[in-house]
């Protein structure tokens, strides 16, 4: 079990710029969900994957955002024109299959726009 | 909607003060209540899951418990390596499979 994975760990962009993190889960589970964490605040949950089909996207997940999970395996968040307000801690999980099970989360990736 | 409400925002306490830490939630049917540990600039780290009102659960310095409206983390005589943010999320039986969390309770245990 080596973890969940997430690279970069630091991101500086400019303003308007795109940019993509990527995730590899823990590799026996099956779902996989991407959160924002902002300072002093609790992570806020984006969106999630059964295997590669994308079931669930929060209101948060503006059309500037996508996420992607090819062949179940990793998965990429890309925003695109990034703004100010998109600076934050972007967090990635996975668990196994099963109505409640524990998720486990990467070390994140911290996007600053300046 | 799934609310959480952590409390305290912040603890201080001496090493081998116990304290506890609060966690009230409302949800559309409680699937699953997680806690979680997180350290400055890392990812949270799973701690316990409490499944049905009356359940504890236990780790070292921590016990975890669960009633139909809120949780408590229990620290028992904590060690400076204990200072973390302390997380409570909520899974809900509303069809949503995300977490929802609180902001979270930040603890600092001075030696």
């Known amino acids: 079990d080596t973890g969940v994975s997430q690279n970069p760990r630091h991101k500086i962009t400019k303003r308007g710029q795109n940019v993509t993190f990527r995730c590899d889960p823990i590799?026996?589970?099956?779902?996989l969900y991407w959160y924002r964490q902002t300072l002093g605040q609790g992570p806020e949950f984006l969106t999630y994957f059964q295997n590669e089909a994308q079931l669930e996207k929060s209101r948060l997940l503006s059309d500037r955002f996508s996420a992607e999970r090819p062949k179940g395996s990793f998965s990429t968040l890309e925003i695109q024109r990034t703004e100010q307000g998109d600076s934050a801690m972007y967090l990635c999980?996975?668990?196994?299959?099963?109505?409640?099970?524990?998720?486990?989360f990467g070390q994140g990736t911290r996007l600053t726009v300046v | 909607e799934d609310q959480v409400t952590q409390s305290p925002e912040a603890l201080r306490l001496q090493e081998g003060e116990s304290s506890s830490l609060n966690c009230s939630y409302t949800?559309?049917?409680?699937?699953?209540l997680f806690w979680y540990r997180q350290d400055p600039g890392k990812g949270p780290e799973f701690l316990f899951t409490?499944?049905?009102a009356g359940e504890e659960k236990e780790k070292e310095r921590l016990k975890a418990t669960l009633t139909k409206k809120e949780s408590f983390l229990h620290i028992t005589a904590p060690k400076p390596e204990d200072s973390a943010t302390y997380l409570c999320a909520v899974q809900s039986g509303g069809g949503a499979d995300g977490l929802t969390f609180g902001k979270g309770t930040h603890l600092i245990i001075q030696p």
């Open positions: 999980a996975s668990r196994r299959p099963g109505e409640v099970q524990e998720a486990f």
């Open positions: 590799s026996e589970h099956n779902r």
């Open positions: 409490l499944y049905s």
């Open positions: 949800v559309s049917g409680l699937r699953g």
